[in-house]
């Protein structure tokens, strides 16, 4: 019956997601380019300078202060990139843990993480930074939809959106370390999985991290899985084969390497029945990090909305247990 409604709510989401998709082709490939961003894993993921903050729509919640903070992106990577973009709600008490979430692929609202965890650590009195993605809701041009760009076929630009998106979260985390002191939590979901999981393999000041239903190996999930299916028809039509793209996106697979950090700070979760990002694929970042606490749940990627209170229950059980 579980995977039943895994299954169900899978091809739901799966059908919501192919209502918009790229109508031209969007496929482009400067090899030298490439070449030069897999060259140096430390330079792909140089440490960036601290940011000069703006902080924005301060309003005063009880104990907290929310709004939203800019500062400028360490990395060019197009007009509606120049800032990396925040949204926070920071409690004003001395040697806070603070908490970065990183949303999913193709999102145009920032509600699914925040509805599984928010009230709990603003219970906690815990800060939270919610992080968009380049290319996502106030960073995606007015020409495309929330995502499109972000992850294509155009394999500089997903490059250059995932180095931007480790270049501007460490810039907030070398902000918080640095002024604002106390523990980060780094969490992220599906796509922004990935992306949390490579900034641990270069970020020492992570206290915590916990993926949810990560993506690993994008060329994997371009030509693998269905959410990839009309990114995949782009590389087809130019006889670009899944290893070759597997070469050029190298750097930003994350099994290739291993996080910096303690593997037992290092809290993994996956669904069994997921269609969006395979168990074959996920599995093998598990097994390369050297097996590091894993949740497999009995449930798709809706599983982050099907089942709530079980990510909530287990993923605070962790912290709890470790900060």
Known sequence: MKRIIATIGDNYGIYDLHKQYSKIDQFYYNEKEVQELNSEYYKFCFRPNMPEIKFENNMRQGVYLNGKLEFSSQIENGDSNKKAIFYYNLCKEEENINVIMIHGWRSEQLNRLESIFLESFINKRYSIY???L???MERCPSTSYSGEYFFSSNINRT???VQQCISDVRALIRHIKENEKGKVILMGL????????LICEFEKDIDLLISLFYANNLAFTAFKSIPGKFIKEDFCKHDFSVNLLNDCWRIINPSL???????D????ISGVYDKYVLGEDTDILWENWGEPKRSLLECGHSGIVLNKKQIRNETLEFINKRI
Not at 265 to 268: E, I, N, Q
Request: hydrophobic share 45%.
């Open 130 to 132: 919610r992080y968009i």
């Open 134 to 136: 380049p290319f996502h």
């Open 257 to 263: 390497r291993k996080p910096i950090i303690d593997l």
């Open 265 to 268: 700070r290092v809290f993994l």
């Open 190 to 197: 599906s796509l922004g999985g990935l992306v949390t999981n």
């Open 159 to 161: 490059l250059k959106s």
